[in-house]
């Protein structure tokens, strides 16, 4: 599902203090998952708080192309029902992954232990993206590919049944690659192992258990998680309330942050320590982030944040702590360019393989809006103005190569900024947060 073609240029403006009390989408990660797991269960699922994100709706086409039913039912709530490991249908076209890398790599996972051949296309953006970090552990499960150059979409691919268990040490730190293995491992005789030497986002571990299959987190004499699954696993269908996006709140988090007279409650944001690092990041910086009323939704603990307007100080961003941000960066660098003195990233490397590449694109993004920082091969040194406002009034806009994080990231940057930042397009913010624009509205407006 990719967004209009025509793009939608946007001047932000600045309106003064942000105040009031915002509810941000569900949460991509954890959306993207239900729909999978609900459409490879038995029985129904029932969801909300789905992210109605054109990504999560890219893999819910995907899934009702092969097989399963989802619907929206007029309260808002989504009803899915699964066809049961093993019983995907071979789809009748091209699957459509629009701009969304999450939903290309899980599902070329959970469809490479089946017997179906899958085309997978996808915007300009996600054609430009690597594969062969899918590519190579699932062709030794067995699964062959067609790719086009580079190991890049469209390609094509013949799945394996049965498919061979694997024991795969993740080469980079990602989420989508051990999710990919794991839901190959869903429909794999025998034990799927992944080794994972970074902690990544855990939420595929935490759902598959949910959902009832047989996986195991241990911790290896070497300080690596080692996740375990046992294949032909059944799924049973789930009831699944979805908390809200950290990585949306993110934007709002450093508004509220940077703007003076700011004073804003975020409801419902998930706090997954796999998620959070931004928020310590933040406060270490002197941001003032109180969590108010912590519980826990859908097995994931959540709180509303209330943020104010803070002093922030530049820090060396400590580089363990990239895997639980690694979305944020590009609003990091928005709130680095208004602190006092040098705040400096390093271990970035995976941010140049995103939706855009997240340094280069933000460094020249920044420095239209009037910020002083230069990139380096693996992050960025960013020299703030003290809390005085960015210039703003960018003569050419800020270029966003499709990708929703750069857009919202340089709209905070705008509402921070003297004169103003113009952006190229806004509607790849659709990708991830459809209402983000009438909630900043909103909360300046107030
Ligand atoms: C995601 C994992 C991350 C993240 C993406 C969502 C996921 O990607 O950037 O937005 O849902 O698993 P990587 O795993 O490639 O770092």
Redesign the pocket.
Known sequence: MSHSSQPRPHTFTPGGALKGTIRVPGD??IS??SIMLGALAIGETRVTGLLEGEDVMSTAAAMRAMGATIEKQPDGEWVINGVGVGGLLQPETALDMGNS??ST??LMGLVSSHAITATFVGDASLSKRPMG?VIDPLSTMGAQFTASEGGRLPLTMQGAQPAVPITYRLP????????AILLAGLNTPGITTVIEPVP??D??ERMLKGFGANLTVDTNEDGERVIRIHGEANLTGQTIVVPGDP?SAAFFIVAALIVPGSDVLIENVGLNPTRAGIVAVLRQMGGSIEEVNPRIVGGEPVADLRVRHSALTGIEVDPAVV?SM??EFPVLFVAAALAQGRTVCTGLE?LR??ESDRITVMREALELAGATLHETEDGMVIDGTNGAPLPGGNASPVVTHLDHRIAMSMAIAGVASTKGVTIDDVSPIAT?FPNFMPLLAGLVAA
């Open positions: 991509k990660s993207h998952r890398g999450t790599r899980l970090r980079v730190a990602s989420a989508q690659v051990k999710s990544t986002r939420h595929s990585s895997p690694v979305d995976e393989v995103k991830s």
